[in-house]
């Protein structure tokens, strides 16, 4: 739930980008970058309380690969948005030009997509 709702609040802020609302652009992103610290720390929390280690078997071996790389690319992601986040404050993103901004959040509702997918692949059916 906390990827998910990430994804509305940079879809917030890039609404308020192309209306021009600089400080719901900021807040959007502010939360977003929140909410992506917040899944890498319960990821963490996750990883030092789980049950299993990475060579228990091909379940924990494929749990550790896979939810890490998803975790790295969110850790790189939040860093984007983040780099984004500043730009936005000193004014560098306009209605019209914004791609930085653009990519950003379209790799942040990407790392979304893989959540989703990885979450039943992983948790669900795999658990």
Same mark, same amino acid.
């Given at each position: 739930?906390?990827?998910?709702?990430?994804?509305?609040?940079?879809?917030?802020?890039?609404?308020?980008?192309?209306?021009?609302?600089? !400080?719901?652009?900021?807040?959007?992103?502010?939360?977003t970058?929140?909410? @992506?610290?917040?899944?890498?720390?319960?990821?963490?929390?996750?990883?030092?309380?789980?049950?299993?280690?990475?060579?228990? @078997?091909?379940y924990?071996?494929?749990?550790?690969?896979?939810? @890490?790389?998803?975790?790295?690319?969110?850790?790189? @992601?939040?860093?984007?948005?983040?780099?984004?986040?500043?730009?936005?404050?000193?004014?560098?993103?306009?209605? !019209?030009?914004?791609?930085?901004?653009?990519?950003?959040?379209w790799?942040?509702?990407?790392?979304?997509?893989?959540w989703?997918?990885?979450?039943?692949?992983?948790?669900?059916?795999?658990?």
């Amino acid at each position: 739930m906390i990827l998910l709702l990430s994804g509305c609040t940079v879809t917030w802020a890039h609404a308020a980008l192309l209306k021009n609302d600089r !400080e719901n652009l900021i807040k959007g992103l502010a939360y977003t970058i929140l909410l @992506g610290i917040a899944f890498t720390a319960l990821q963490i929390y996750e990883y030092d309380h789980a049950t299993f280690k990475f060579t228990d @078997g091909i379940y924990s071996s494929t749990f550790y690969l896979a939810t @890490g790389f998803h975790g790295f690319h969110v850790f790189v @992601g939040t860093c984007f948005l983040i780099v984004c986040w500043f730009r936005a404050r000193a004014g560098h993103f306009t209605p !019209e030009h914004h791609f930085g901004f653009e990519a950003a959040a379209w790799y942040w509702h990407f790392v979304d997509v893989v959540w989703l997918f990885l979450f039943i692949c992983i948790y669900w059916w795999g658990g």
